[in-house]
């Protein structure tokens, strides 16, 4: 069954690390662009991040920029998101999914079907 999983999440003090996952099954992400949308309870959905198909063009939303990365690994066919200095309003599960990478991508999270299941990251002391 062709689908994106999510990996990585966890629990993490205000100011720790964590990379985050997302890895294809049954399908290669050689070709594809890939996003990085966040929910938080009571939240609308926020786009966080996403990466061209040939890695070289990223976007970031602003409450990330200069904190968090974004890569990929054809070799490893998956997509990493690397959160550094995370506050407690990086709290979320976070989700991927092939997406367009442009900066309006990610003003349009609400709109996406996301089918995956996501992984929780809890930032708190």
């Known amino acids: 069954q062709a689908q994106l999983v999510e990996s990585g999440g966890g629990l993490v003090q205000p100011g720790g690390s964590l990379r985050l996952s997302c890895t294809a099954s049954?399908?290669?992400?050689?070709?594809?662009?890939i996003g990085w949308f966040r929910q938080a309870p009571g939240k609308e959905r926020e786009g966080v991040s996403c990466?061209?198909?040939?890695?070289?063009?990223?976007n970031y939303a602003d409450s990330v920029k200069g904190r968090f990365t974004i890569s990929r690994s054809n070799a490893e066919n998956s997509v990493f998101l690397q959160m550094n200095s995370l506050k407690p309003e990086d709290t979320a599960v976070y989700y991927c999914?092939?997406?367009?990478?442009?900066?309006?991508?990610?003003?349009?999270?609400?709109?996406?079907?996301?089918r995956g299941q996501g992984t929780l990251v809890t930032v708190s002391s």
């Open positions: 999914a092939a997406v367009p990478c442009t900066p309006f991508t990610l003003t349009q999270a609400t709109l996406l079907e996301l």
């Open positions: 049954g399908f290669t992400l050689d070709y594809l662009s």
């Open positions: 990466i061209s198909s040939a890695g070289g063009g990223t």
